[in-house]
Nanobody
Framework: QVQLVESGGGLVQAGGSLGLSCAAS????????MGWYRQAPGKQRDLVAR???????MYADSVKGRFTISRDNAKNTVYLQMNSLKPEDTAVYYC????????????????WGQGTQVTVSS
């Protein structure tokens, strides 16, 4: 079993900053890609940013220049630093891990965290 636990959400005023973290556990040997997605009420879940185990990153256009994704492979943890937050960034943020190798022979295509609420007030 692989578990992802997110932390760091909350309420912030527009223009402020928040940091999210997501730690994966479960005898993990490696994770190829880790990322953050978000889902606002009544909308689909969209990619925010993702990072490979080699450090390559990709961002949604709406967050480029404001958000920074990073990861610590030794800790199986991914981070999202969010600056210059806007009310439209309000959503539940989910962590996702892809291509997870566990123990000697376990493998999972992906796993999701439970989500953490980010609310940006105007």
């Amino acid at each position: 079993q692989v578990q992802l636990v997110e932390s760091g959400g909350g309420l912030v005023q527009a223009g402020g900053s928040l940091g999210l973290s997501c730690a994966a556990s479960g005898s993990i040997f490696s994770i190829t890609t880790m990322g953050w997605y978000r889902q606002a009420p009544g909308k689909q879940r969209d990619l925010v940013a993702r990072i490979s185990n080699g450090g390559s990153t990709m961002y949604a256009d709406s967050v480029k220049g404001r958000f920074t994704i990073s990861r610590d492979n030794a800790k199986n943890t991914v981070y999202l630093q969010m600056n210059s937050l806007k009310p439209e960034d309000t959503a539940v943020y989910y962590c996702r891990a892809e291509d997870i190798r566990q123990g000697k022979s376990g493998w999972f295509s992906d796993a999701w965290g439970q989500g953490t609420q980010v609310t940006v007030s105007s």
